[in-house]
């Protein structure tokens, strides 16, 4: 039987508790310089709904990597190139920040419903099936919400 790819392989509890904190951590960044720079209030309404849900279950993770694996201390953020943030500051216009912002964010959100699906089937934490079935939930929702704006202001 082959190895399973980087795509197919699944989570252990702890790797995705650390993986996600870090990847919810990008998504604060990320809506953070939404806040700042973008003229639309959907967008900045859209950017504290981010920072209050993911700040939430940030703090639940922690708790359980503590509980659970006696595990301390910040996540050392070591996505780098991988965050589609640094992205969104190119450019010229508030426009087009926005329309760029919108881009980041459904890639982002798209890395981390892929993320909790690859911890749902080797867990035996209901704490994290259940966060990893409203991350799926919710950040498929939102992304519909952002590709509706795509559309909508932009055309794509």
Same mark, same amino acid.
Do not use: C
């Given at each position: 039987?082959? +190895?399973?790819?980087? @795509?197919?392989?699944?989570?252990?509890?702890?790797?995705?508790?650390?993986?996600?904190?870090?990847?919810?951590?990008?998504?604060?960044?990320?809506?953070?310089? +939404?806040?700042?720079?973008?003229?639309?209030?959907?967008?900045?309404?859209?950017? @504290?709904?981010?920072?209050?849900?993911?700040?939430?279950?940030?703090?639940?993770?922690?708790?359980?990597?503590?509980?659970?694996?006696?595990?301390? *201390?910040?996540?050392?953020?070591?996505?780098?190139?991988?965050?589609?943030?640094?992205?969104?500051?190119?450019?010229?216009?508030?426009?087009?920040?926005?329309?760029?912002?919108?881009?980041?964010?459904?890639?982002?959100?798209? *890395?981390?419903?892929?993320?909790?699906?690859?911890?749902?089937?080797?867990?035996?934490?209901?704490?994290?099936?259940?966060?990893?079935? @409203?991350?799926?939930?919710?950040?498929?929702?939102?992304?519909?919400?952002?590709?509706?704006?795509?559309?909508?202001?932009? *055309?794509?």
């Amino acid at each position: 039987m082959n +190895a399973p790819t980087t @795509s197919e392989a699944k989570l252990s509890d702890q790797d995705f508790l650390t993986q996600m904190i870090e990847h919810h951590e990008g998504a604060i960044v990320m809506a953070k310089e +939404a806040q700042l720079k973008s003229k639309r209030t959907e967008i900045k309404d859209f950017a @504290s709904d981010i920072i209050s849900a993911l700040s939430g279950e940030i703090s639940s993770m922690y708790t359980w990597r503590q509980d659970w694996f006696k595990d301390e *201390g910040h996540v050392n953020m070591r996505m780098g190139a991988d965050m589609p943030s640094m992205a969104i500051s190119l450019g010229e216009s508030d426009a087009e920040f926005d329309q760029r912002f919108l881009e980041a964010m459904i890639t982002h959100h798209e *890395g981390a419903i892929k993320m909790a699906t690859s911890v749902l089937l080797p867990t035996q934490r209901e704490e994290i099936h259940d966060l990893a079935k @409203s991350i799926i939930a919710t950040q498929s929702k939102e992304i519909i919400t952002m590709q509706s704006w795509l559309k909508e202001w932009y *055309g794509k």
